[in-house]
């Protein structure tokens, strides 16, 4: 299980990771003291003013004040000002270890220089955008191909969601089935079809406010890691028309918030192939972050497509794009050379030059420096030492990482689903407000994570970087009630 030029030295053991996790959700919670939480929105009031601020006035034009879903909310989104390899500076001065690296893409660490400049460049010579072929769409699609072979063909795209819409309009229009399965809780965008099952396994629809039922109609989920259900739903679909692909995030839900045992992308694998659907990997956190070969690479499987998403570009705009087998992604061709089974797509600003240069360059830096093993072993330290200071406190809490995926669940809200929708129902907000604290604890401590509960290492993570950030983790976890 251990591979190399992957990020992930060694893979979780997973029955271990549940056996703690489902001890941490039988436990009543167990937040910050009272009297440290009031020290963490002291710091919000005293030290925060400008954000504050600046946050009174955008919650005036801004719906909830804050664009991005990851951006921390309480107990007020702090505005950041500068961003520089491993720190962030917010607009009132203060410094921060920079853990959340934009949500996943910035394997570099941010605002990476030598990026940074060919971008200039290319600013200077084309501008970003065209409408027209730029050389650097094929030099981007070449790389694509190179490090993950299974990407014949690449069409570049906007975003995450729009590459998922993509490829299930593709694996339909190839299959000419239209049953999508999902695993529940997994998040691949916000379209239509997709809000479904999100976060929670089990709830469907239940976050699909102003979706009608006809667009959700062909989606299906199943339960995390049940490959029985998986082959049930498949055996069901034969009757009702058909599977047209089977999409997962090849590391679990949520970037392996709740984690597959190593071969279960094997055993989807054998069941696409068993029942005729197409394998949809989204790589949208893992392509790049685990490796250069993703994730496919990593578990050494085959998918026929591919979501790209966030690293694609190296975190400048426009990240997003499909690949897979030839006669597949060939459905987007339109005009001369097309199938003639054309699935309509589009975007005025897909592949512009400025995204494909900065794709271009991220990835190239990325393969020359070794980021995502570099980056990887600095969640290693990162988790060990967390699992110190769990260990030293007696705390019922769990880390676990996935190379520079690093999981650290204390309110264990995550792992709530809908197999018990009383506890759902009675845990599900407390829990979730512990994860917010936290959350605010750690910036409060100098520490930005993804909602309190994930964290992404970058290569500019030196063991330097590492210690310091366990120190405040510490003071943290010791003012834990
Ligand atoms: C696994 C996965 N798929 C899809 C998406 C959607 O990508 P985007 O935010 O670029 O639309 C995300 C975003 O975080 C993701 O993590």
């Known amino acids: 299980m251990e591979n190399n030029g992957y990020a992930i030295s060694k893979y979780p053991d997973v029955d271990e990771v549940y056996r703690r996790l489902n001890i941490l959700v039988s436990q009543p919670i167990r937040p910050l003291r009272r009297d440290k939480m009031q020290d963490v929105l002291n710091y919000f009031d005293q030290k925060c003013a ?6 009174d006035e955008a919650r005036q034009i801004i719906p909830g004040g804050v664009q991005h879903n990851q951006a921390f909310n309480y107990p007020f989104p702090i505005a950041i000002e500068k961003a520089e390899g491993y720190q962030l500076w917010d607009v009132d001065g203060n410094r921060y270890i920079d853990f959340l690296q934009a949500g996943g893409p910035t394997v570099l660490g941010s605002n990476y220089k030598p990026v940074r400049e060919k971008v200039i460049e290319m600013l200077q010579s084309c501008g970003p955008v065209t409408g027209l072929f730029h050389e650097y769409e094929l030099k981007l699609a070449e790389l694509v191909r190179r490090f993950m072979p299974a990407n014949e063909m690449f069409r570049m795209l906007g975003s995450g969601t729009e590459s998922v819409m993509a490829a299930i309009r593709a694996a339909r229009a190839y299959t000419k089935h239209k049953k999508i399965i999902k695993v529940g809780g997994a998040y691949h965008g916000w379209s239509d079809q997709m809000v479904y099952g999100l976060h929670i396994p089990g709830t469907g629809r239940l976050e699909a406010k102003g979706i009608p039922y006809g667009s959700t109609w062909n989606t299906q989920e199943f339960f995390p890691n049940s490959v029985s259900s998986l082959r049930r739903q498949l055996v069901l679909n034969r009757i009702l028309g058909g599977t047209a692909a089977v999409i997962v995030e090849p590391l679990g839900p949520e970037s392996g918030t709740r984690p597959v045992p190593y071969d279960f992308n094997q055993k989807v694998r054998d069941l696409c192939d068993e029942f005729g659907a197409l394998l949809i990997f989204d790589e949208v956190v893992t392509g790049f972050r685990m490796g250069m070969g993703g994730a496919q690479g990593y578990f050494g499987i085959k998918p026929d497509l591919t979501i790209f998403g966030k690293c694609i570009t190296g975190g400048y705009p426009m990240a997003g794009g499909v690949g897979g087998r030839t006669e597949v992604i060939m459905r987007f ?3 001369i050379g097309g199938t003639g089974e054309h699935a309509y797509i589009g975007g005025t600003l897909s592949a512009n030059p ?3 240069v900065a794709g271009y360059h991220a990835l190239l830096e ?13 969640g290693d330290r990162l988790t060990s030492g967390l699992q110190a200071i769990i260990e030293k406190y007696n705390l ?4 676990y990482n996935t190379g520079s995926i690093v999981h650290l669940e204390t309110s264990g809200v995550m792992l709530l689903d809908f197999r018990n929708p009383i506890r759902l129902a009675k845990e599900l907000k407390p829990r979730k407000h512990m994860i917010e604290e936290m959350g605010a604890a750690y910036m409060a401590n100098g520490l930005v994570t993804l909602a309190g509960s994930r964290v992404y290492t970058s290569m500019a993570d030196s063991d330097e970087v590492i210690d310091e950030a366990l120190e405040r983790f510490e003071f943290v976890l010791s003012n834990v009630g």
């Open 333 to 335: 061709a339109a005009g």
């Open 354 to 356: 400025l995204s494909c």
């Open 50 to 55: 400008k954000s504050k601020m600046l946050n």
């Open 396 to 399: 019922p809490f769990v880390t």
């Open 366 to 378: 990325m393969d020359r420096t070794n980021a995502a093993v570099i980056a990887g072993r600095a």
